[in-house]
């Protein structure tokens, strides 16, 4: 099994371009999440997915909007750039919202805006 | 904001030696997972302990939980070189589907 994939890896991007994240998972996992990483911290919430049909917001959503397309997949957009969206970007899923269950994370997608 | 902090913020030692890393956290928890980061990687899921828990094993991990002093923490025992990675604490709260994320503990073992 893949697990989760993201695509693309790697993106350059200029200030006001736009562009897609697309994730998905192979697991059958209800709940999916997208986090970015800045260096010296830790993961921050962008936007989630409980089930499939819901979306909610995380920590930091501002200048980010998500589709969940079905089941499998969940995608994260950004409709007009800005430096201050330069991170790694991952996408997690997990096989429900609550309970002991843990997240299964792709290999991240490392954004340049300039 | 997040619940969890790690330290120390990095943490050096030989080849063969113990590591020990601590997460603190705020409110009650469900359960307390550990994940390792390796460069430029996504995270993996090492350990979860649950509320009821006080000490969890996992091969040459040990993870305990206080949740009287709302800590926990991760011990390696004879680190290897591939230990080398960043390791991360997520509290998994009652109320919502979202983990609570720690800064990081970056780990290097000197061969």
């Known amino acids: 099994n893949a697990g989760v994939t993201q695509t693309p890896k790697f993106q350059v991007l200029k200030t006001g371009q736009s562009m897609t994240l697309q994730c998905a998972q192979d697991?059958?996992?209800?709940?999916m999440y997208w986090y970015r990483q800045d260096p010296g911290m830790g993961l921050r919430l962008i936007y989630y997915?409980?089930?499939?049909?819901?979306?909610d917001k995380g920590e930091v959503p501002n200048g980010y909007n998500v589709s969940r397309l079905n089941k499998r997949e969940f995608s994260l957009r950004l409709e007009s750039a800005a430096p201050s969206q330069t991170s790694v970007y991952f996408c997690?899923?997990?096989?429900?919202?609550?309970?002991?269950?843990?997240?299964?994370f792709g290999a991240g997608s490392r954004l340049t805006v300039l | 904001s997040q619940q969890g902090e790690e330290d120390p913020q990095a943490l050096s030692i030989q080849e063969g030696e113990n590591a020990t890393m601590n997460c603190s956290y705020k409110t009650s928890i469900n359960n307390l997972q550990w994940y390792r980061q390796n460069s430029g990687r996504g995270l993996v899921h090492l350990i979860l302990i649950r509320s009821n828990e006080r000490e969890k094993h996992s091969g040459r991990l040990r993870v305990t939980l206080d949740t009287s002093k709302k800590s926990s923490s991760l011990l390696i025992t004879a680190s290897r070189a591939a230990d080398t990675a960043s390791y991360f604490c997520?509290?998994?709260?009652?109320?919502?589907?979202?983990?609570?994320w720690g800064a990081g503990t970056k780990l290097i073992i000197k061969p």
């Open positions: 997520a509290t998994d709260l009652w109320s919502n589907y979202q983990l609570i």
């Open positions: 997690a899923s997990r096989s429900g919202g609550t309970g002991a269950n843990v997240l299964t």
């Open positions: 697991m059958n996992h209800n709940s």
């Open positions: 997915s409980a089930s499939e049909g819901t979306t």
